[in-house]
């Protein structure tokens, strides 16, 4: 036997160490990026169907609009700073009328989806008793909020409200702080008709809007 045959053949596998290491950094990867996925949904989902619990009353319906009915309605909390023009706004100075709120960021495409909707049975109420305010939640300034409402025409204003401050205000299950854009209608006593933890199109904001409008 030569000398040649004779010599260890060194194998082609890579040693078992290199091996475990690169499994230990592809798991990392693919961690940070399920945690990266996670962080996305939760910083803009298209909502849900609950607010977390909380004795609110409300009665969910099949297309994801919750009511309450008119006796065993709670009052909106207090809602009132600066608008992103910087005025001063109170939502109690709106009672009388049928409050629609709506919680809303530029960052949101769910947000972007239904704006023109809005922007249109806004204006078709606007002589009927009704009064949209937005609440703008997580835009680190004003000047992204203000260029979307410029882009789809909002013509009522929006309280600003970028640490989400004033959603917290509301009693336990009735907003979900993650349900980013969501929906409430307040009645003539400023107190919560019905709700929408997801996005919404012109029909079911008619939904929401039509039935408290109409009530005496």
């Given at each position: 036997m030569s000398a040649a045959s004779r010599a260890p053949q060194r194998s082609k596998r890579a040693p078992q160490s290199s091996r475990r290491a690169t499994r230990v950094r592809r798991r990392a990867t693919l961690a940070a990026g399920a945690a990266a996925t996670a962080l996305l949904v939760s910083a803009c989902t298209s909502g849900g169907t609950s607010g977390g619990g909380g004795n609110t009353n409300f009665v969910v319906g099949k297309d994801g609009i919750s009511t309450v009915a008119a006796g065993k309605r709670v009052a909106a909390p207090e809602l009132s700073g600066e608008t992103l023009e910087g005025k001063p706004l109170d939502v109690a100075d709106y009672k009388g009328k049928v409050v629609v709120l709506n919680v809303w960021g530029s960052w949101c495409n769910p947000c972007r989806a239904e704006a023109k909707y809005f922007a249109k049975v806004s204006k078709d109420y606007a002589g009927q008793g009704v009064q949209f305010v937005g609440i703008n939640t997580r835009d680190g300034s004003t000047t992204a909020a203000l260029a979307f409402e410029e882009d789809f025409g909002i013509p009522y204003p929006?309280?600003?409200?970028?640490?989400?401050?004033?959603?917290?205000?509301?009693?336990?299950?009735?907003?979900?702080?993650?349900?980013?854009?969501?929906?409430?209608?307040?009645?003539?006593?400023?107190?919560?008709?019905?709700?929408?933890?997801?996005?919404?199109?012109?029909?079911?904001?008619?939904k929401m809007l039509e039935p408290v409008v109409a009530e005496k």
């Open positions: 929006s309280l600003y409200d970028p640490t989400g401050k004033l959603m917290l205000r509301f009693e336990k299950g009735t907003l979900n702080p993650q349900a980013v854009p969501s929906t409430l209608v307040l009645d003539r006593d400023g107190k919560i008709a019905a709700r929408s933890l997801t996005a919404l199109d012109e029909k079911r904001l008619l």
